[in-house]
Structures are given as C-alpha cells and as structure tokens.
C-alpha cells in the first residue's frame, strides 16, 4: 500500500473533504537559523538548503548536531485544545524525506517529534526514527519505548520517503518506506494516545569514540496531518 494524493480514483470533491476533516501542518525545513534551536558538540554542524535541512557530526570523535523547533506545533488543535499540542488521540500521519551520505558504523541518527528535548532515543511520548549507520527503526513511545526494525538498509546519497501512519484507536502505528509497508507497532504501551505539550520535531546525528568520517543526514518534505 503506498500513499498517493492526486489518484485517478480521487475526485476533487473528496479531497477537499479530505482537507476539511484534517488539518495539515508543515514543518519548514529551509531556514536553519529562524526556526530552529541547534545544540553542536565537538565539530557537529548544520546547513541549510533551499528546502533541506543538513546535519553532519564532522570528523572529530564524539561529535553530534541536534535541532528542535523553536516552537511547537501550532495549527493541530482547535476549539478547545491547545493550538500548540500534538493530540494523539486522533489519526495523524508523518511525511517527511530523507537521506544519508558517507556510512560511519558508529554515526546514530534520530528524527521525531518528541516531548524530551535532548539528542538519543526517545524517554519520553513521541514517534519517529531511529537509524543505526544506514538501517532504519521505526521508534515510538506511549508510556515505554519501543523500536521496530524495518528491514530496510540505505544507500549512501539515495533519497527515501517516510510515512508514519498513526491509529491511537486500534492501537497502532505503521511505517512505510517509499510506499511500501516495512514495520508495524500494536503494543499499547508503545503508541502514544493523548494531547502532549512541549511538544516539538527534532533531528539529530551523532558519531562515536573513533570520528575520522564526516556522517551526513539531510531531511526535507515534512508535514504532518491530524484528524479533526
């Protein structure tokens, strides 16, 4: 199953009810500086793109570049949530593309939204990825983290699309890689299922005790939408 926006079978009508009955939110990944609060450790650094974002942790040993937004998610909740909460009561689904350069076997990668704002896997609610060199995980957390493997190896400079379907109500949460379904979490105390504050996306990359290799990672095209 893959994810398609202008399908022959979609007529216009039912995407603009599609539309109505979710919001859609975009987190801007092309202003580093404007939107985004960076931490860099030993020679960790970012860049901005015309519509990337880059991380690199350079090549001294112990190194890493972390990003959160400056703000949270604005625009999720209306009425009487609070505009700046992720609900996770509600269906949402996670779009973002990625990409890896130069393989480091020691160089972990994270993207998520989250509530902790720190570089490493997630202690507290959220859901993401976590990427060991160039093999992705699927990462979530309820009230416990959990990881899936999703089977899938990148290839440095090699673009790939993540979607991250999210049922609170099944529960469930699915991620699929360029279309296709590559891991499935339906262990409860691995799916988050309510509003969370202080909530925000974030991005980071860090290397080991060895450096001597410059690991990359570039992120663009991310949104998310929440059911209303």
């Known amino acids: 199953m893959g994810f ?47 519509n990337a974002i880059q991380l ?14 400056a703000t949270g998610f604005q625009g999720l909740q209306f009425g009487s949530g609070n505009s700046v909460q992720i609900d996770y009561s509600k269906e949402m689904l996670i779009l973002y593309a990625i990409r890896r350069t130069t393989s480091e076997a020691q160089t972990t990668t994270w993207i998520s939204q989250r509530i902790d704002q720190a570089i490493g896997n997630l202690s507290d609610v959220g859901i993401g ?10 990462e979530s957390y309820g009230t416990s983290r959990a990881t899936v493997d999703l089977s899938t190896t990148m290839v440095t400079t090699q673009g790939y699309r993540i979607a991250i379907h999210h049922e609170p109500d099944v529960p469930r949460i699915r991620w699929y890689v360029d279309g296709v379904l590559a891991g499935t979490q339906t262990t409860a105390a691995n799916i988050p299922t309510a509003s969370a504050s202080a909530h925000r ?13 410059s690991a990359i990672f570039v992120v663009s095209d991310w949104w998310v939408t929440q059911r209303q």
Do not use: E
Request: glycine share 14%; net charge positive; charged share 5%.
């Open 129 to 138: 990825l976590v990427i060991a060199n160039f093999a992705i995980s699927g």
């Open 4 to 50: 398609k926006l202008w399908a022959s079978d979609v007529s216009f009508t039912a995407l603009l009810t599609m539309l109505r009955n979710n919001v859609l939110v975009q987190i801007p990944t092309n202003n580093l500086g404007g939107n985004w609060t960076a931490t860099a450790v030993g020679s960790g650094a970012g860049a901005g793109w015309l």
């Open 201 to 213: 996306p974030a991005v980071g990359i860090q290397n080991g005790v060895t450096g001597g290799t």
């Open 56 to 69: 690199a942790t350079g090549t001294t040993a112990s190194s890493s570049y972390y990003i959160q937004s």
